[in-house]
């Protein structure tokens, strides 16, 4: 197995400095870098992704530079000058709201991607699981057809966004029904799609008088279907993004509240939104993201609205159970091919032949949250390769069919690790497509206009520099 340096991102939803999980992990497995207390530090990026790619901290080299290097079951093509794993593990530290976002199929990427590869620079898809190490908030799907019901009947300020007599009573209609028939059509879908694209047309004018005439219906003690926390984030959102169209989300997406160690997933075609704490973050390896509203960057409104599933979901479909593998690993395997996470809790009671890890046939990423211990890998063949310290903050690489196994651990020991048996994205032809200067020139404006950029930092010493 390898170390890795990896890559710390400063959004500015990130929380700052010390309050940062990201910042403190990040310091802990990285010599020498200081935490400022006036930077957020809002996501640590551990996979191959040319947007923050992992190095090997003993030679600096790029992960997916070493995994091209060291061919294996992950690559079938010897000519690559990097090899990508499917995922990216991520760390998250999160103080206010990230945008309203939805994120396209394989099929919708590839095809947006080559009509717009500036905004959408990955064909790849971008399926997401969230695991909770704090108690962590999102929002996530379009609510239960009776609650969009309940909430359009009890605020009338939504009801007018949706679209009042001319959008938002058909779709009431076909709810009543749906229920009175006892069955779920396509038509309610229909309905809320003209709803959503309603709401969502640029040239609207009422926005800000009817965010002031739900804030008040708010105070008037209004709640429909939605719970007194959810009055608090609707609040919290007019201060963060006054008058912005996001501030109704909550009123039909589902308010999702993990407690630390449970875990949601949700595919491509899911209107999302993080709202606050940390979490283990799986994603596809891709950067494509359609966003829909509380944000400073690019809002694609074609693009969003047709790329929307518009199904009604309960909250308990978007958890992910876990299943227990050993005494001390715990799987979460969502319904996708791109990700699954161990959480490995090793504690000083446990025995030796509890301490070993699964032999995955398939490249992994381990990162170590809390504890220390000693970590001993062998070939498949029970070949000694080496032994390690380890301890929180330190992140490794570990190739398919290496054996792992806890020795000891001296403190209690929590890990996370990421694995897939796919093969990873060719980010080596990101951004080959031809456009014409026009539009790069149009996408550069709406890019610079950006304030919310991505920046990256790394490590202040001088062998983890990365250019990227
Ligand atoms: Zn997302």
């Not at 890559?7 to 992990?25: C, D, F, N, P, T």
């Not at 009123?251 to 875990?263: A, S, T, V, W, Y």
Request: hydrophobic residues 35%; contains cysteine; proline residues 6%.
């Amino acid at each position: 197995m390898e170390q890795l340096q990896c890559h710390v991102k400063q959004y500015a939803w990130g929380k700052y400095g010390e309050e940062s999980e990201v910042a403190r992990l990040f310091a802990d497995g990285h010599d020498n870098f200081q935490i400022d207390n006036k930077t957020p530090y809002a996501e640590l990026w551990m996979g191959t992704h040319p947007d923050g790619p992992a190095q090997l901290k003993k030679c600096s080299t790029r992960l997916s530079t070493y995994l091209a290097k060291h061919p294996s079951l992950l690559t079938n093509n010897n000519s690559a000058k990097n090899i990508h794993l499917p995922f990216i593990m991520k760390v998250m530290s999160i103080r206010t709201t990230l945008s309203l976002q939805v994120h396209p199929t394989k099929e919708q990427a590839r095809r947006l991607h080559e009509l717009d590869p500036i905004n959408y620079p990955d064909r790849n898809h971008k399926p997401e699981l969230a695991y909770a190490l704090t108690r962590f908030e999102l929002l996530c799907g379009f609510r239960p057809a009776r609650e969009i019901l309940k909430n359009l009947q009890t605020f009338p300020s939504f009801r007018l966004l949706f679209g009042g007599d001319t959008y938002a009573k058909p779709l009431e209609d076909s709810i009543l029904e749906e229920k009175k028939m006892g069955v779920v059509n396509q038509e309610s879908r229909k309905c809320l799609e003209n709803c959503f694209r309603f709401m969502m047309d640029p040239d609207r004018s009422d926005v800000h008088n009817l965010v002031s005439k739900l804030l008040l219906e708010l105070d008037n003690g209004l709640r429909g279907a939605i719970e007194e926390g959810t009055a608090g984030v609707i609040r919290k959102m007019s201060v963060d993004f006054p008058n912005d169209i996001g501030i109704f989300s909550p009123l039909f997406l589902n308010h999702m509240i993990l407690e630390p160690g449970q875990c949601c997933y949700y595919a491509a075609e899911e209107l999302h939104a993080y709202l606050s704490g940390e979490c283990v973050e799986c994603v596809g390896c891709s950067n494509n993201t359609i966003r829909a509203a509380m944000t400073p960057k690019y809002i694609d409104r074609d693009a969003l609205c047709s790329v929307l599933n518009y199904k009604m979901t309960e909250q308990k479909d978007y958890l992910v159970p876990e299943m227990k593998l050993t005494p001390c690993v715990d799987m979460y395997a969502p319904d996708c091919k791109d990700f699954q996470l161990h959480r490995i809790r090793v504690g000083t009671e446990h025995t030796s032949k509890e301490m070993l890890m699964p032999t995955l046939d398939c490249a992994s990423i381990l990162v170590v949250v809390s504890g220390k211990g000693t970590i001993e890998e062998a070939t498949q063949e029970n070949q000694l390769i080496g032994k390690y310290e380890v301890k929180r903050g330190d992140i490794f690489y570990i190739p398919p069919k290496h054996n792992v196994r806890f020795l000891e651990c001296s403190e209690a020991l929590e890990g996370y690790r990421t694995f897939s048996y796919e093969m990873g994205p060719d980010h080596d032809t990101r951004l080959v497509t031809p456009v014409s200067k026009s539009t790069i020139n149009e996408k550069m404006l709406k890019l610079e206009a950006d304030m919310e950029a991505p920046t990256t930092v790394v490590n202040k010493t001088p062998t983890a520099v990365v250019k990227v």
